[in-house]
């Protein structure tokens, strides 16, 4: 299995960004995608997560509203739409996979990483 994060870059506050996550090599439709960020000197935390086959989404509730996840079945991609980008949010943006299907955040629940995107924001 893996799982291509990509679509980082430099952003300035109050923009847009898009990443993506292209997962390949897993056999079963039945998954949940995951997107996490880790800020520098600061702990990984979970942003928001979907799973494809219904579309179920879910996000924390410090990025709701701002975030949006979809994903495109067809290619096995999952995107992350960030608007309204803000200083805080400059982070590595990794996305994982879990396997049973469950809408989770926590990463010792996620069976699957990718090496993640960098998404900087300047003031």
């Known amino acids: 299995v893996q799982l291509q994060a990509s679509g980082g870059g430099l952003v300035q506050a109050g923009g847009s960004l898009r990443v993506s996550c292209a997962v390949s090599?897993?056999?079963?439709?039945?998954?949940?995608i995951g997107w996490f960020r880790q800020a520098p000197g600061k702990e990984r935390e979970g942003v928001s997560c979907i799973r494809p086959a219904d579309g179920s989404t879910f996000y924390t509730d410090s990025i709701q509203g701002r975030f949006t996840i979809s994903s495109d079945n067809g290619n096995n991609v999952v995107y992350l739409e960030v608007n309204d980008l803000k200083p805080e949010d400059t982070a590595v943006y990794y996305c994982?996979?879990?396997?049973?299907?469950?809408?989770?955040?926590?990463?010792?629940?996620?069976?699957?990483w990718g090496k993640g995107t960098l998404v900087t924001v300047s003031s």
């Open positions: 090599g897993f056999t079963s439709d039945y998954y949940t």
């Open positions: 994982a996979l879990t396997a049973d299907g469950v809408l989770r955040l926590e990463s010792y629940g996620m069976d699957y």
